[in-house]
C-alpha cells in the first residue's frame, strides 16, 4: 500500500496514529475552502464550515466505507454542512468583499468602480441561482472539475449535472447581459 494514499493514511489514522489526519486536512483543504465560499459567499464562515467538515470527517472516519476516495468522503460532508448552513440561512444575499489585490493602482475611479459593480452584479447573479444549480457550476467552473468526478461527489447523474449548469450558465448570461446594457 502506498504510503501517500488516502485509504494508507485513512488506515494510519485509525490505527491511532493521528498526525497522519493532517496529510489529509491539507490535501483537501483548499478545495473545499473554494467550494464552500463559493456557495457560502463568505470567506471565514467557510473557513469555519471547512474546520467543522474536518473535525465531522475525523470523529466519523470509522464510517468512511471507501478509505481509497476520502476526497470524495470529505467532500460529501462539505456539501452537506453548506446545505445545512444555507437552510438556516434567512438571507440569501451576500456582499461581496472588495478585493482591492485584483485592482491596479493605476486604474482611474471609473474604472474601479465598473469592477466593483460587476463583482455585485456577478454575486447578486451567484446567489439568485438555485443552490443545485450554483453548486454545480461552481464545481465545474471554478473548481474545474469533470462532471464523473461531480457526479461521484454529490450522488447525482452526468446528466442531471449538465443540465444544472447549463441553466446556471443560462441564467448568468441573461443576467450579466442586463449589466452590460
Request: proline share 3%.
Amino acid at each position: 500500500m502506498n504510503p501517500d494514499n488516502d485509504a494508507h493514511l485513512v488506515a494510519r489514522v485509525l490505527d491511532g496514529h493521528t498526525d497522519h489526519y493532517s496529510v489529509l486536512v491539507g490535501r483537501y483543504q483548499a478545495t473545499l475552502y473554494r467550494y464552500a465560499v463559493g456557495m457560502v459567499r463568505d470567506g471565514d464562515l467557510a473557513a469555519d464550515l471547512v474546520q467543522d467538515t474536518f473535525v465531522k470527517a475525523y470523529t466519523s472516519l470509522g464510517t468512511c466505507q471507501d478509505p481509497a476516495r476520502f476526497g470524495a468522503w470529505v467532500f460529501r460532508i462539505m456539501v452537506n454542512r453548506c446545505k445545512d448552513h444555507l437552510k438556516s440561512r434567512r438571507r440569501h444575499n451576500v456582499p461581496l468583499e472588495e478585493d482591492t489585490a485584483a485592482t491596479p493602482e493605476h486604474d482611474s475611479p471609473a474604472v474601479y468602480t465598473d469592477r466593483a459593480d460587476l463583482r455585485q452584479t456577478v454575486e447578486r447573479a451567484l446567489s439568485a441561482l438555485p443552490e443545485a444549480q450554483r453548486e454545480a457550476f461552481l464545481l465545474k467552473h471554478l473548481e474545474g472539475r469533470s462532471y464523473e468526478e461531480m457526479a461521484e461527489m454529490l450522488g447525482v447523474s452526468i446528466s442531471a449535472l449538465k443540465m444544472r449548469v447549463l441553466r446556471a450558465r443560462e441564467a448568468l448570461q441573461s443576467l450579466l447581459k442586463e449589466f452590460a446594457e
